[in-house]
């Protein structure tokens, strides 16, 4: 069974920076694609960003292009999202995923593992 647990989200000022983990658990983290999705109020899931199995590769919302990184650590089963620049608009839940089939460089909504969301506000 698939686990995600995500943490590091938070109230931030505009401007400012933080840094969401997800720790993964029940199978072989590194054979699968991670990514991050985020959802405001009133308003559907949508894409952040993903990293591929091995890392060599990621994609971003143009929204978030140029502010946030994805990385991750296949040693300690982790994913990262490290968000700078940080705007009001970018407050959401945000939810770490995780491919359901091996090998890929990204995956869509639909075909995703989630975590249980954590919130990131950010104060103008």
């Known amino acids: 069974q698939v686990q995600l647990v995500e943490s590091g989200g938070g109230l931030v000022q505009a401007g400012g920076s933080l840094r969401l983990s997800c720790a993964a658990s029940?199978?072989?983290?590194?054979?699968?694609?991670s990514g991050w999705f985020r959802q405001a109020p009133g308003k559907e899931r949508k894409f952040v960003g993903c990293i591929s199995w091995s890392g060599g590769s990621t994609s971003y919302a143009d929204s978030v292009k140029g502010r946030f990184t994805i990385s991750r650590d296949n040693a300690k089963n982790t994913v990262y999202l490290q968000m700078n620049s940080l705007k009001p608009e970018d407050t959401a839940v945000y939810y770490c995923?995780?491919?359901?089939?091996?090998?890929?460089?990204?995956?869509?909504?639909?075909?995703?593992?989630w975590g249980q969301g954590t919130q990131v506000t950010v104060s103008s």
């Open positions: 029940g199978r072989t983290f590194s054979s699968y694609a």
């Open positions: 995923a995780a491919a359901r089939t091996p090998y890929s460089s990204c995956f869509p909504l639909e075909s995703a593992y």
